[in-house]
């Protein structure tokens, strides 16, 4: 079993960047496919973005697509989410999350391990 926990989150500007990082323990993060979900206060929890278990498929949610890129370096064990351009609207708590499997979809029950998550906010 892998453990997860998410660092990086913070205050910033609208248009500044932030970036996530993910370190996995346990586990070798070779071993799974991994993502971002987030949820904002009032609002059901969305995907962001996902990458495939060998790291070389990668998809995003279409409200962040061209803004934000996941990578992840398994050398480190770690996966990142660089956000760029970032705007009120995306205002979260960010989760981190794993799954047994070489590739995963946007969908939530797919993956098998969710870190504690780690609050971003935009400014306006």
């Known amino acids: 079993q892998v453990q997860l926990v998410e660092s990086g989150g913070g205050l910033v500007q609208a248009g500044g960047s932030l970036r996530l990082s993910c370190a996995a323990s346990g586990r070798t993060l070779s071993m799974y496919a991994m993502g971002w979900f987030r949820q904002a206060p009032g609002k059901e929890r969305e995907f962001v973005a996902g990458n495939s278990r060998s790291g070389g498929y990668t998809f995003y949610a279409d409200i962040v697509k061209g803004r934000f890129t996941i990578s992840r370096d398994n050398a480190k064990n770690t996966v990142y989410l660089q956000m760029n351009s970032l705007k009120p609207e995306d205002t979260a708590v960010y989760y981190c999350?794993?799954?047994?499997?070489?590739?995963?979809?946007?969908?939530?029950?797919?993956?098998?391990?969710w870190g504690q998550g780690t609050q971003v906010t935009v400014s306006s």
């Open positions: 999350v794993g799954a047994n499997r070489p590739f995963t979809t946007e969908a939530a029950r797919e993956y098998d391990y």
